[in-house]
C-alpha cells in the first residue's frame, strides 16, 4: 500500500517561497509517476506539476512554469514541490499524488491510485 504523507505550506505573502514535502512510503519513487495538484474554493481541481517515474521528466502547469519546481530525493523517498515569486492566484489546498502508471502524460487527477492529505496554502496580497 502506497502512503503519502506531506508537510509544509502555511500563509505568505505575494512575491515570497514556500515549499512543500510528500514522503512516500509503500513504493520507491523510480517505480511511481509523481505530481502536484491544487483545490481552491469555487474553482476546479488543478494539475500543478508532475515528474515521471526515471526523475527527468518534468512538467509544469503554463500557471506557475517558471515558478514552481518539482524534485524528489530517492535516498528519502520524499518529493518536494519548491514555489516561488508566489500569487494570491496560488492560495489553494495542494496535494501529492502518485500513480504506479509510467506510461502517458498523467496530467489528470483520476489517473493517480494515491493521495496525500492535502496541505493548505494561503497568499496574501
Known amino acids: 500500500q502506497v502512503q503519502l504523507v506531506q508537510s509544509g505550506g502555511g500563509l505568505v505573502q505575494a512575491g515570497d517561497s514556500l515549499g512543500l514535502s510528500c514522503v512516500v512510503s509503500g513504493r520507491d519513487l523510480s517505480r511511481l509517476t509523481m505530481a502536484w495538484f491544487r483545490e481552491a474554493p469555487g474553482k476546479a481541481r488543478e494539475f500543478v506539476a508532475r515528474?515521471?517515474?526515471?526523475?527527468?521528466?518534468?512538467l509544469y502547469s503554463d500557471y506557475v512554469k517558471g515558478r514552481f519546481l518539482i524534485s524528489r530525493d530517492i535516498g528519502k523517498n520524499t518529493v518536494y514541490l519548491q514555489m516561488n515569486n508566489l500569487k494570491p492566484e496560488d492560495t489553494a489546498r495542494y496535494f501529492c499524488?502518485?500513480?504506479?502508471?509510467?506510461?502517458?502524460?498523467?496530467?489528470?487527477?483520476?489517473?493517480?491510485?494515491?493521495w496525500g492529505q492535502g496541505s493548505q496554502v494561503t497568499v496574501s496580497s
Open positions: 499524488v502518485a500513480s504506479e502508471s509510467t506510461y502517458g502524460t498523467l496530467t489528470h487527477g483520476g489517473e493517480f491510485e494515491y
Open positions: 515528474l515521471d517515474h526515471t526523475g527527468g521528466s518534468a
